[in-house]
């Protein structure tokens, strides 16, 4: 698995962290029942994106993902008087005094070991009773897996995130744009990408989309209008005939809280 993918892979769990965390909760008013309703959202979003990157053969198999919660609570005026890991270390580094927002999205890397492991999630704060939970999950990959591509061939990430695609009539054109020929073009692509320009584009809106689906209250065809597909069937074919990642088995969790 290249670089550029992995943090691909890290960026699009870390958004959608982001983006759930913007949620409108007044934590101070909280049930366990509903702290335990976010903890299980949580896991809803990183099973959802673990299932579609697999699916869309981004992450090897390789790329292991642990189901199994990892919760932690600390009251805030006794973090002085407890041993602390360097998971907990940096959970705690990321706390600013005074608390201005409720949830707080969680994206660490810790290298130990061999393995690179991704800790990613959320933490809430209770005003009331002073204190943080957070509710993570853990994805961990090799050092031995990891590929460093050529410098090289960044300039497809620009082309990719920061060129006009819709100047262009062809991928042959946008080659040319570029100095490339269309078969060395396709040919970086594929060891970049692991994938051709179009399918690797459409990729990346399908990732988009994703979390619209997730963490939006659009409609479907609102979705695929914001994402740059043609049309809602043409989305819907991409998601369950190209992949087989049907759009209905995307939670929309905009509606469960």
Do not use: W
Request: aromatic share 14%; proline share 4%.
């Amino acid at each position: 698995m290249n670089i550029f993918l992995l943090s691909l892979v890290d960026k699009s769990i870390e958004g959608a962290m982001i983006r759930f965390s913007q949620t409108p909760i007044k934590s101070a008013l909280m049930s366990n029942t509903h702290l335990e309703m976010l903890g299980n959202l949580v896991k809803k979003i990183v099973d959802t994106y673990c299932s579609f990157f697999k699916c869309i053969n981004m992450a090897p198999v390789q790329y292991q993902y642990n189901p199994n919660r990892i919760k932690k609570r600390f009251e805030v005026t006794a973090i002085k008087d407890i041993p602390l890991n360097e998971l907990d270390k940096k959970l705690l580094s990321l706390i600013t005094f005074p608390i201005k927002t409720p949830i707080i999205p969680i994206n660490l890397h810790i290298h130990q070991s061999g393995r690179i492991f991704l800790y990613t999630g959320i933490g809430v704060f209770e005003s009331m009773n002073n204190t943080i939970v957070f509710f993570l999950y853990e994805l961990s990959i090799s050092d031995d897996l990891i590929r460093y591509t050529p410098t090289s061939l960044r300039y497809l990430e620009e082309i990719l995130f920061e060129v006009d695609l819709s100047k262009y009539k062809s991928i042959r054109e946008l080659a040319n744009s570029v100095g490339k020929n269309y078969n060395k073009f396709q040919q970086d692509c594929r060891e970049y990408f692991r994938d051709t320009f179009h399918q690797f584009h459409n990729k990346i809106k399908m990732m988009e989309a994703l979390e619209d689906v997730m963490l939006s209250n659009y409609s479907l065809k609102e979705i695929a209008y914001k994402n740059n597909f043609s049309d809602y069937n043409s989305m819907y074919t991409l998601f369950r005939k190209k992949y087989g990642f049907p759009l209905h088995s995307i939670p929309r969790l905009m509606f469960e809280i």
